[in-house]
């Protein structure tokens, strides 16, 4: 498949699903949390403050059959704990998270203005 000027192996409809996994917002935010190590639930749900449970749960949920995170319950513990952490392929995600995060912080400023530039001549048009 070809991407621009670019050749990558694969097909559009294998690796759509996969983007749109790591691209979504929560994906992403959680990979950039855990990116720090093991954490339970109740420490990601108040380091993203704005996710609600229901999405934090459905996320993990997806992160984990898709391989990325692992989730060991503690049943030792009274109550029982439950921990989420990266693998190895999820540990993978972190070094391109924080490029786009570096790259996102380094242009809002130029993308607000271009948003306010096109707005502008939308409703000049």
Not at 75 to 99: F, H, M, R, S
Request: hydrophobic share 40%; charged share 25%; aromatic share 4%.
């Amino acid at each position: 498949m070809k991407l621009g000027n670019m050749s990558v192996p694969g097909d559009c409809g294998s690796i759509s699903p996969i983007l749109a996994r790591i691209g979504d917002k929560w994906s992403t935010l959680i990979i950039l949390v855990l990116s720090e190590g093991p954490k339970r639930y109740s420490v990601l749900r108040r380091e993203i403050e704005s996710i609600s449970q229901r999405m934090l749960t459905l996320t993990l949920r997806a992160l984990e059959r898709d391989g990325l995170i692992l989730r060991t319950v503690h049943a030792d513990k009274n109550p029982p704990q439950v921990e989420y952490e990266l693998t190895d392929l999820g540990k993978t995600l972190i070094d391109p998270l924080y490029a786009l995060c570096l790259w996102a912080s380094q242009n809002c400023d130029a993308i607000e203005e271009n948003r306010k530039k096109h707005e502008a001549e939308q409703a000049d048009a």
